[in-house]
């Protein structure tokens, strides 16, 4: 599919099945989130940690940040009934 310079072409449909294997077992799920968590916690200490400049602590936050995010949807996956959107 030729593209124009500057545009980018539609992303896949979520309803594209092929794109997806929908092969996660639970437990699969449970133990990303079990990780996410760690690293969340492993990011929060190294951002607060004062010893560090602040390019480092911004870094550290960032990963933070997004790891908020990475948690609440897998919660809302598993079913999590405090987390009614994970984008809200």
Known sequence: MPTLKGFMPPMN????????SYSRTW???????DKAERKLNFHQIKMTD???????????????KALQGVIKTIRWTLGD???THPLE
């Not at 004062?50 to 870094?59: S, V």
């Open 13 to 20: 449909d979520h309803q594209d099945t092929d794109s997806f």
């Open 81 to 83: 009934k405090n987390i």
């Open 27 to 33: 437990e699969e799920i449970e133990i990303m989130l």
């Open 50 to 64: 004062t010893n560090k400049d602040r390019t480092e602590r911004m870094f550290h936050a960032r990963n933070y």
